[in-house]
T-cell receptor, first 115, second 117 residues
Framework: AQSVTQLGSHVSVSEGALVLLRCNYS??????LFWYVQYPNQGLQLLLK??????LVKGINGFEAEFKKSETSFHLTKPSAHMSDAAEYFC?????????????FGAGTRLFVKA | GAVVSQHPSWVICKSGTSVKIECRSL??????MFWYRQFPKQSLMLMAT?????????EQGVEKDKFLINHASLTLSTLTVTSAHPEDSSFYIC?????????????FGPGTRLTVL
């Protein structure tokens, strides 16, 4: 069965500092991995995804994530935080099971950016 | 491209009434749509998977008679919360997977805030 663990429900960084949001997953088959961002009272916006191929994937707004199979991780990073990055971030895993594709979301990490 | 809309964006209703929420893919066809529920400061919980022209598949613990899902066309799915009660108050989000999509990439609607008094 799939599962997603996001370490840290809250992360606080200073503007300009490195952003690191951690995600570990479990999946019985090669997974598709996603990071989404959610602003208050809004739906989810896809930041980036890993499907196959290059393990370092770049997304929108300067974010990137690296798929590490040996560590079952898909951590999200951004070199320099901006105030507008403050939001809720969800890691998600999706694979094809007997019931078809299903996506499981992590609990979310709220990112705070301090001026 | 790949825009999903939801209507209404928020709704307040009295206990015992039914509420319908629409999810539309505006610029693509979606053979599969998903309905999620999100409680404050929590993650998204998948309620059901809706395939066009067939019955929805509900997740364990979700009452199918309570949450009626209809996916009548490739661009529209509806969720009806029947006989709503205060515990049904939540943020409901739909997503749509484009026809022919390979990696289960979903595009999310903006959500509907339901408050049951």
């Amino acid at each position: 069965a799939q599962s997603v663990t996001q370490l840290g429900s809250h992360v606080s960084v200073s503007e300009g500092a490195l952003v690191l949001l951690r995600c570990n997953y479990s999946s019985s088959v090669p997974p598709y991995l996603f990071w989404y961002v959610q602003y208050p009272n809004q739906g989810l916006q896809l930041l980036l995804k890993y499907t196959t191929g290059a393990t370092l994937v770049k997304g929108i707004n300067g974010f990137e994530a690296e798929f590490k199979k040996s560590e079952t991780s898909f951590h999200l990073t951004k070199p320099s935080a901006h105030m507008s990055d403050a939001a809720e971030y969800f890691c998600a895993v999706s694979d094809r099971g007997t019931g078809g594709f299903k996506t499981i979301f992590g609990a979310g990490t709220r990112l705070f950016v301090k001026a | 491209g790949a825009v999903v809309s939801q209507h209404p964006s928020w709704v307040i209703c009295k206990s015992g009434t039914s509420v319908k929420i629409e999810c539309r893919s505006l610029d693509f066809q979606a053979t599969t749509m998903f309905w999620y529920r999100q409680f404050p400061k929590q993650s998204l919980m998948l309620m059901a998977t809706s395939n066009e022209g067939s019955k929805a598949t509900y997740e364990q613990g979700v009452e199918k008679d309570k949450f009626l899902i209809n996916h009548a066309s490739l661009t529209l799915s509806t969720l009806t919360v029947t006989s709503a009660h205060p515990e049904d108050s939540s943020f409901y989000i739909c997503s749509a997977r484009p026809a022919g999509g390979v990696y289960n990439e979903q595009f999310f609607g903006p959500g509907t805030r339901l408050t049951v008094l």
